[in-house]
C-alpha cells in the first residue's frame, strides 16, 4: 500500500489520481473534510467519480509520531507532498514546520517503521544566491531526508520546478493565470523551469523503481514570466503583452497595496519574496538529462500552456 501525505493538494491529487487508475492500493491523508471534497470533484472532473472510492482516507497530525506510526501500518511507499509555498515573510514559522518539522517527524518515524519515500522538494532548493525563505526550508527538508538515507532509509528526492495543471485554479503556481489575464501589457523578466503535475507525477513514479538515482531535478520546459504570460494570452487570442516592468516600479506597486490594504480594501497583495522570483534568472537540468526518464515522452509544453489558458477562460467565465 501506498501513503500519499499532502493528498488534498495539486500534486497530492494527481498522485491520487494515477495511482488508483493503476489500481494501487492507496492511503491517503487529509484534514480538511472540504479540500477532500475537493479532491473528490477533482476526480469526477477527470472522468474518474467511481476510482476515488477506492482511496482510503485518514486524519491524523503528521507532527504525532504516533499518529504517523499507525498510518504507516502495512505501508511500502510514502509519497510526502505535504507542503506550504509562500514567498510572504509573515509565513516563515509555517513554513519552517511544515517543510522541515513534519519532514523530520517523518524521516524519523520511517526509520522506526521502515518505508521506502519519495520526498516531493522544489527547484526552490537549489537556490544559492538570496534564496527564499522557502526555498531555504525545502532545502533543509531535503537535509532531513539525506539524514535518513545515511541512517538506512530507501528514498528518493525529485524537485520539479514550477508546476502547471487544471482545475486547482487557487493553487499558487496557477495564480499566474490570473496575472496574465489582469496585467495586461505588463510581463517580467524572470525565468524559471516550468513541467505540468502529470509529468511529474509519471517521472517520480518512473524513479522510485531506481537503485542508482537518487535526487532529480523535474523540469521539462525553460520560459521567462514573459514569455509564459505571453503564451498564456495568445492562448485566448488576446493581444501579447509588451511591456517590461521594472522590479523597482513593482516593489512601489507592492508597498502602495500594502498601504491600500490597511485601509480595508482588498487587492492583489505581492511580496518581497514573489517579487524577487519574478526577477530572478534561474535554469535546471531538464528531463532529457536524465536517462531514466527517456522512455517517457516529452509534450508540446508552449501548446499545453495554451490548452490550458483556454480551459482557465472557460471555467473562471473571463469575458475579457
Known amino acids: 500500500m501506498i501513503l500519499v501525505t499532502g493528498a488534498t493538494g495539486m500534486l497530492g491529487a494527481h498522485f491520487l489520481l494515477e495511482l488508483t487508475r493503476k489500481q494501487q492500493s492507496v492511503r491517503a491523508i487529509y484534514r480538511s473534510e472540504t479540500k477532500r471534497d475537493l479532491v473528490a470533484s477533482f476526480f469526477a472532473y477527470h472522468h474518474a467519480k467511481d476510482l476515488f472510492s477506492n482511496v482510503e482516507w485518514i486524519s491524523i497530525a503528521l ?6 506510526e499507525e498510518a504507516l501500518e502495512g505501508i511500502e511507499l510514502v ?5 506550504l509555498i509562500s514567498f510572504d515573510a509573515k509565513d516563515e514559522k509555517k513554513l519552517f514546520d511544515t517543510n522541515v518539522s513534519l519532514t523530520r517527524c517523518l524521516v ?12 516531493v522538494s522544489s527547484v526552490a532548493a537549489l537556490e544559492t544566491e ?6 531555504q526550508t525545502k532545502y533543509l527538508g531535503e537535509l532531513e531526508v539525506f539524514r535518513g538515507i545515511q541512517e538506512g532509509l ?4 525529485v524537485r520539479p520546478g514550477v508546476i502547471l495543471s487544471d482545475f486547482f485554479w487557487k493553487s499558487p503556481s496557477l495564480s499566474l493565470f490570473k ?4 496585467l495586461k501589457h505588463l510581463c517580467f523578466e524572470g525565468e524559471t523551469g516550468f513541467i505540468a503535475a502529470d509529468d511529474v507525477v509519471q517521472c517520480s513514479l518512473k524513479l522510485i523503481d531506481q537503485k542508482e538515482v537518487n535526487d532529480v531535478t523535474l523540469v521539462s520546459h525553460h520560459m521567462s514570466y514573459c514569455e509564459l504570460i505571453n503564451t498564456i494570452r495568445e492562448g485566448v487570442g488576446k493581444p501579447l503583452a509588451t511591456k517590461a516592468f521594472s522590479k523597482d516600479k513593482l516593489l512601489f506597486l507592492m508597498r502602495l497595496t500594502q498601504f491600500i490594504k490597511r485601509l480595508g480594501f482588498r487587492r492583489l497583495v505581492l511580496s518581497r519574496g514573489l517579487i524577487e522570483t519574478l526577477y530572478t534568472k ?10 531514466v526518464f527517456s522512455s517517457i515522452p516529452q509534450r508540446d509544453f508552449k501548446q499545453f500552456v495554451k490548452e490550458l489558458a483556454v480551459t482557465y477562460k472557460r471555467e473562471k467565465g473571463i469575458l475579457y
Open 154 to 157: 530507501e528514498a528518493h528526492i
Open 282 to 291: 534561474t535554469r535546471y537540468d531538464s528531463l532529457d538529462t536524465y536517462e
Open 63 to 68: 507532527d504525532h509520531p504516533q499518529e504517523v
Open 130 to 135: 538570496d534564496p527564499s525563505y522557502y526555498g
Open 179 to 182: 496575472l496574465a489575464f489582469r
Open 108 to 119: 524519523d518515524t520511517l526509520l522506526v517503521k521502515p518505508a521506502r519515500l519519495l520526498y
Open 79 to 83: 509519497i510526502h507532498c505535504a507542503a
